[in-house]
């Protein structure tokens, strides 16, 4: 090894062993189970929630309901599977970062592989947060724009106001539960913006808004590239492990993090991702397309649902930023960066930081006119890598290094039988493989789809009025607008 890359490898340790240190302090004992769940479920229920009607729509819907089980079991598995790297792993307890908790797994790894997967596990987990505070706040600038329709502003202009009725939170939140009260708002938000389209549903019926020729199908013409759309949507929509551990580090036990995860958390994502997906579906039928507000007629239920949406998607937002802000902090100020620190600089800093990757967040949702598109392909490209793919690795690493694992101090219930300790490597190698036909084949999907739609995207920093203004020239296609625009086809 050259001095260089011996300094370096010294310069990582140093800065590891520092900060780990700093921020187990700084971090631990935060948040209880109650508080945990709340945050994995602002965390994991975003913007997906609202699209799984699409997602079964790909698939029918009784292979559609089974792909949602099975795929949010597999997300709770890999999240499992995460958290007993990070608890057992003696490299890897009291880590704070995804990072480091890498590091910490790959600490008896050739220094080749401790690179490289360090170096894929930063630039995965930072691209698919900027990626998701993009999609929040463009999805909360639409959000206000739906609930003000009447008011004929841009959407680049609502998302203005968004970010700055965000800025005073995100500028004081320092840690994830921070604003417990907002974890709350936001899992009620979550449901109303679920459930406020399915009693309109049920109330007025969908004979006005409904696609002419839209049909329920228990099991669709299934194609590979509809079969690869729909899990990459419900992927999308249930991932969590790019801050699982961010997450665990500010719980007062984290040993309970299976229980916040898995018998609190889990049951209700089940029940809110069913009942958007299931009851979407049945009410629209298998020509439904956007998300379930905007099939709204204009009007009270769709305001309604806006402010729900809009507020779901701030504090979403918010919950990614504190990760995605601190670890620039650390990396542009690490002496000042300690969330407990209260010296002006460190506040000024902070202050600095959070606005700078809001006007980031708003330049990107719209320099980007294909973004809808462009998250997908992030989701396919990314999502299998940071939420599946590294997680598992660094659990095989784990075992290799430590195959008695199972025995370390405070490991309760004892060994597992060979028979579940086998039938659980064969699910691993399910979940390895089916991350790397998304991450190939949903990319490819993706960048097919820009190409085909790419006539149908704007230009960057247009007005993008479709769906916010009532007027038959931005929102002649939105629902219950063809008795005004009668030339809609």
Not at 21 to 43: C, M, R, W, Y
Request: hydrophobic letters at 50%; a negative charge; glycine letters at 8%.
């Amino acid at each position: 090894m050259s001095d260089f890359e011996e300094a370096t490898e010294s310069d990582d340790q140093s800065t590891w062993i520092e900060s780990e240190d700093s921020d187990l302090k700084e971090l631990f004992g935060h948040n209880g189970v109650l508080l945990t769940a709340g945050i994995i479920v602002a965390d994991v229920v975003g913007a997906g929630i609202l699209a799984m009607p699409v997602a079964l729509a790909n698939f029918g819907l009784y292979p559609g309901i089974i792909a949602l089980v099975l795929l949010l079991a597999a997300n709770v598995h890999i999240s499992i599977v995460m958290w007993r790297v990070r608890m057992f792993c003696p490299s890897c307890i009291g880590t704070t970062t995804y990072t480091a908790y890498v590091r910490g797994a790959f600490a008896k790894a050739p220094t080749w592989q401790r690179r490289a997967i360090i170096s894929l596990t930063g630039f995965s987990q930072k691209s698919f947060m900027v990626g998701m505070m993009v999609l929040y706040l463009l999805s909360a600038g639409k959000g206000m724009g739906m609930l003000f329709y009447h008011n004929h502003v841009c959407l680049p202009t609502w998302m203005i106001y968004a970010a700055l009725l965000l800025l005073p939170f995100a500028a004081t939140a320092r840690h994830m539960g921070s604003w417990q009260s907002l974890v709350w708002i936001n899992v009620a938000t979550l449901m109303g913006t679920v459930l406020i389209p399915l009693g309109f549903y049920t109330i007025i019926g969908t004979e006005e808004i409904k696609v002419p020729g839209s049909e329920v199908e228990m099991f669709s013409d299934l194609s590979l590239r509809r079969i690869l759309s729909g899990l990459s949507t419900f992927t999308f929509g249930m991932t969590s492990q790019f801050m699982l551990v961010e997450i665990i580090a500010e719980m007062k036990e984290p040993m309970k993090m299976p229980t916040a995860y898995a018998k609190v958390s889990a049951p209700f994502q089940l029940v809110m991702f069913a009942v958007a997906g299931i009851g979407g579906y049945l009410y629209m039928g298998n020509k439904v397309d956007g998300m379930m507000n905007e099939n709204l007629p204009f009007g009270g239920a769709f305001q309604v649902a806006a402010g729900c949406m809009l507020t779901h998607m701030l504090i979403s937002y918010l919950i990614k930023g504190v990760v995605m802000c601190k670890s620039v902090h650390r990396a542009v100020d690490r002496t000042y960066a300690h969330a407990s620190d209260n010296r002006p600089r460190s506040w000024i800093g902070w202050i600095c930081i959070v606005s700078s990757m809001l006007v980031l967040a708003w330049f990107l949702a719209n320099i980007v006119p294909f973004f809808g598109a462009a998250v997908d392909l992030l989701g396919a490209s990314v999502t299998p890598i940071s939420c599946w793919l590294i997680p598992l690795i660094c659990y095989m690493r784990m075992s290799w290094d430590y195959p008695d694992w199972e025995n370390s101090e405070g490991r309760k219930g004892g060994r597992r039988s060979k028979f579940i300790k086998i039938v659980e490597w064969i699910v691993i190698g399910i979940e390895c493989i089916l991350a790397l036909i998304l991450m190939v084949f949903g990319t490819r999907s993706s960048l097919l789809t820009i190409v085909e739609e790419w006539e149908t995207f704007g230009e960057p920093f247009e007005c993008h009025c479709e769906g916010l203004w009532q007027t038959c020239g931005c929102s002649a296609q939105h629902a219950g607008m063809a008795q005004f625009c009668p030339t809609t086809p």
